[in-house]
């Protein structure tokens, strides 16, 4: 995946995360009470089906049909292919994980901020609602990311001089995931700037109406 997604996460995030202390310098509140989406882990194509199903699910879904000159070309390119693909895929890892705690960060920080408001008598239904799209679309990216992952393993793991076929149709489906994640990161993109909107109405909102007392309520915590 190179660095294709990282060069975004300080730019997408960094605006929200100003807007995120101004507010709470505001807003204070005592423990949390709304419901809110969380960021979810999802599973692993790995953990549920075995290099073998996958590969003949990728053959099934591609179709494809490599001539000898093909075959013979994958067979004396691909350990050297696996090799590089193999230095790409932990620069990947090492990226992903530095975005998946800028997002879980932010989205705590979020989820806290929703609750203050609530407990302060403001309706934080329009945070709410854009807090619960971003993180969505978080959700989205991340799953997609695991498969991408996974093709990614496939293809450096599976014996390629034997199957050359199982490697190319890992490669592919692996290329199909990049473009899916852009999609992806632009839909994060998206909702952040809505999420943004709704954090500098709110702070306007509490602005204008500092005295509001907060609301003594009962529930459940997250």
């Keep these: ?31 949390p009470a709304t419901v809110l989406s969380t960021l979810e ?9 075995t290099i073998e199903q996958r590969l003949a699910a990728r053959k099934a ?24 693909l193999t230095d790409l895929r932990a620069k990947d890892q090492k990226a992903a994980t530095t975005r998946y705690q800028i997002y879980s960060d932010l989205a705590k920080k979020l989820s806290y901020l929703v609750d203050n408001l609530s407990a302060q008598g403001v309706d934080g239904s329009e945070l709410l609602d854009s807090q619960n799209k971003f993180v969505d679309a978080i ?21 390629c001089k034997s199957d050359p076929t199982g490697f190319k149709v890992s490669l592919l489906e692996a290329r199909q995931l990049r473009s899916t994640l852009a999609k ?4 994060i993109k998206s909702n952040l700037s809505g999420l943004k909107k709704s954090l500098s109405d709110e702070r306007q909102l509490l602005i204008k109406t500092p ?8 529930g459940t915590s997250q």
């Excluded at 001539?67 to 390119?77: C, G």
């Excluded at 959700?139 to 014996?159: R, S």
């Excluded at 992806?184 to 839909?187: I, R, T």
Aim: some cysteine; hydrophobic content about 45%.
């Design 211 to 218: 005295s509001v007392k907060p609301v003594v309520r009962t």
């Design 184 to 187: 992806d990161v632009a839909s």
């Design 41 to 49: 882990t999802p599973t692993s194509p790995e953990d549920i089906s």
């Design 61 to 84: 879904t591609f179709k494809l049909q490599l001539s000898a000159a093909d075959k013979a070309s994958l067979v004396s390119k691909c350990v050297l292919s696996q090799s590089v």
């Design 1 to 31: 995946m190179k660095n294709f997604l990282a060069k975004y996460t300080a730019s997408l995030l960094l605006g929200a995360i100003i807007s995120v202390v101004v507010v709470f310098s505001v807003v204070r509140a005592a423990s």
């Design 139 to 159: 959700n989205v990216y991340l799953k997609d990311a695991e498969t991408y992952k996974t093709a990614m393993d496939d293809a450096i793991n599976v014996e």
